[in-house]
């Protein structure tokens, strides 16, 4: 195993659903998730919008790539784009084996911040850069969904 498979990774990601995930189907692919997460190791968030999802994943470099590359073979979802990827000081999701959020109209419309996500420390997003490109780029998301396949990645 090389050096750099043991170092903390993070992969922020943005794709497309083929169709729209209904609460039961996104609580299956959630329920597996966890499942496989925590025999990794791994920890994120998943966000689901207007048929768009939005992913962190973070863990050993190596875990975090390998489920990576297995999401992309995923046929429920096309258009993968990778926003962030890159080794990280710290897991901004630690207790979270795959902490998930359906965001609908009226929460996209409150400008109060990303709903779902009351239990990240706040004192890591305000003095943590990595902390804050990926709640930037969170809170964009919840705004507008469809922004990232409007444009150039």
Not at 6 to 34: G, H, P, W
Not at 117 to 146: G, M, W, Y
């Amino acid at each position: 195993m090389a050096r750099g498979d043991n170092e903390l990774y993070t992969i922020l990601y943005v794709s497309r659903a083929i169709m729209n995930f209904d609460r039961y189907e996104l609580n299956a692919l959630l329920d597996k998730a966890k499942k496989n997460n925590n025999k990794r190791n791994i920890t994120g968030i998943l966000l689901y919008s207007s048929k768009c999802f939005i992913q962190v994943l973070e863990g050993k470099k190596e875990d975090v790539q390998q489920l990576f590359n297995k999401i992309g073979n995923d046929s429920r979802h096309f258009d993968l784009r990778v926003l962030i990827e890159k080794p990280v000081s710290q897991r901004l999701f630690e207790k979270w084996s795959m902490a998930h959020n359906k965001l609908h109209a009226e929460e996209v419309e409150n400008d109060i911040g990303l709903s779902g996500l009351q239990d990240l420390d706040q004192s890591v997003i305000i003095s943590n850069e990595q902390a804050c490109e990926i709640h930037q780029t969170l809170t964009r998301f919840k705004q507008n969904p469809l922004l990232f396949f409007n444009q150039a990645v």
